[in-house]
């Protein structure tokens, strides 16, 4: 780490640490960013991976917080058209349930309500001659059909701390804070990596963006007294082999009043989420209970033909919600919507606690995070990401396609599925990977499924991986193909490939 005295400390690399990192340094302020793991190794990686309005929130009136998230969808969708992409939505309509105006009513506003220009409006749906009907149970006749986006969230991330570290941030992941405390007009903050070696900086202001560690970190290594405001809540993924071969997805209602998703996941699987359940434990050691692996199974068959069982699961994960704490009564009724705390400023050096948020609005956590550092470090640039992109996306919405043919015709040697998977992960960086490769033994030794010695030593050198585990299950999901996989070559692979950096 630097010896200078940093405008911004920032604790945590799940999305809020890295958006705000990445406006920050966009900005002009000096950032050094923590992260005790790997990057989105908390919360950011174990979410539905939807940029979404979030439907459900309107029952909730949470009009503000829908509005911002509606807009986000195409804003998000052009920084980064490899990792973000539309997607459609079946709703069926069952009796008993919410009544059909109901649905109506919510996706009118659905529709207008976020300056929706570029993805496709609600239609309704006859399930008996749509042939994605012929998936689910007979019975459900009706349905709405509507749009929102997908996202690969751990990738998301990974993307926003390059862009900030291109920017001049400083990344530390394996870096844990341990103390920090007001010194003056700054903070002395005292980090610690995975060998045990402590270090300390100095900076103007201290940003927690610990996500389900927030209080942790205020009442542990800020040592602050201030009012803990987090509710933590888990929720849980289940994956099984694809259940069909329609591009869409369900958004499914249950009988107890919760909603879950049915998505076609990584092109040979479905994903079903999620659960909400209150959570006292460790975030580190969450996982799903059998509890909710029933109330998924359970959900899901009632709803498909085809009866999904225990064995048909190939994954599972969850992670926690780092929800602010309005006192609702259910975990799912409590607010989505992020809050920032700010203390200190004037006198003493700043402190911003944040709460809640989700992937869909962390930009717009960051401007609001941004203008908090303004008034406690000074304005310097004017707010920049609403028209940026982030690496690699600098090409068209409708463009992917195009992306993928132009690699293949450069890259003649690389399977189409290789060349789709790398622009989904890479977009036009792709290219910086191959570079000037002309077959694929240029690439290094071959890992299994593509993954190659040549994308590992990208991803060491550029995006912070420092195990197989981070290459196989956030900068990409290859870890379910997990049985073509080389683990352990690529495992030594990568501890050579990070030796060589140092
Ligand atoms: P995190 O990602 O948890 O990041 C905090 C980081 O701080 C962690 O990486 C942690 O290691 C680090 N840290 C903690 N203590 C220290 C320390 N002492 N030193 C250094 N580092 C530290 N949002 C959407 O928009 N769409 C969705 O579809 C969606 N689905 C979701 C589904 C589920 C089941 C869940 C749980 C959440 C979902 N969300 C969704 C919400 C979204 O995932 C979260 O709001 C977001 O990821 C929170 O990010 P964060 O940066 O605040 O927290």
Known sequence: ?????????????????????????????????????????????????LIHGGLRYLEHYEFRLVREALQEREVLWAMAPHIIWPLRFILPHHNGLRPAWLLRLGLFLYDHIGGRKRLPATTVRDLREDPIGTVLKPGNAKAFEYSDCWVDDARLVVLTARDAADRGAEIHTRTRLRSAHRNGNHWDITTEDQAGITQTVRARML???????????????????????????????????????????????????????????????TLIGTTDQDFDGDPASVSISEDEIAYL??????????????DDIVWTYSGVRPLYDDGATKAQEATRDYVLKHTGGKDSPALLNVFGGKLTTYR????????????ALGRR???????????????????????????????SFLTPQTAHRLVRAYGKLAHTILGAASSVEDMG??????????????????????????????????????????????????????????
């Not at 849980?236 to 049915?262: E, M, T, W």
């Not at 043919?405 to 890259?411: E, G, K, N, R, V």
């Open 445 to 502: 030794p071959d890992f299994g499924f593509g993954l190659t010695g040549a994308e590992v030593h990208y991803l060491v050198e550029h995006e912070w991986a420092r195990c197989a585990e981070d290459i196989l299950w956030r900068r990409s999901k290859l870890g379910l193909h997990g049985d073509e996989i080389n683990v352990v070559a690529l495992d030594a692979y990568v501890q050579q490939a990070v030796g060589a950096l140092s």
């Open 297 to 310: 199974l359970d959900a899901s068959n009632q709803y498909f033909k085809d009866t999904i069982r225990r």
């Open 381 to 411: 640039q004017p707010e920049w990401t609403a028209n940026s992109t982030l690496p690699g996306g600098a090409f068209p919405v409708d463009g992917f396609e195009a992306e993928v043919a132009s690699l293949q015709t450069q890259y």
């Open 364 to 375: 717009r956590l960051a401007e609001s995070a941004l203008k908090h550092v303004e008034s």
């Open 1 to 49: 780490m630097s010896e200078q005295v940093f405008d911004i400390f920032i604790v945590g690399g799940g999305i809020n640490g890295c958006g705000i990192a990445r406006d920050a340094a966009g900005r002009g302020y000096s950032v050094c960013l923590a992260e005790m793991n790997d990057l989105a190794s908390g919360t950011s990686s174990a979410s539905t991976k």
């Open 207 to 269: 940003v927690n963006a610990a996500g389900p560690w927030v209080s942790d970190v205020l009442s542990g290594q800020i040592g602050g007294n201030e009012n803990h405001d987090v509710r933590l809540v888990k929720g849980s993924h289940i994956v099984v082999r694809k259940l069909y071969d329609d591009p869409r997805c369900f958004f499914f209602q249950n009988a107890d009043g919760r909603i879950f998703f049915s998505i076609p996941y990584q092109g040979e699987f």
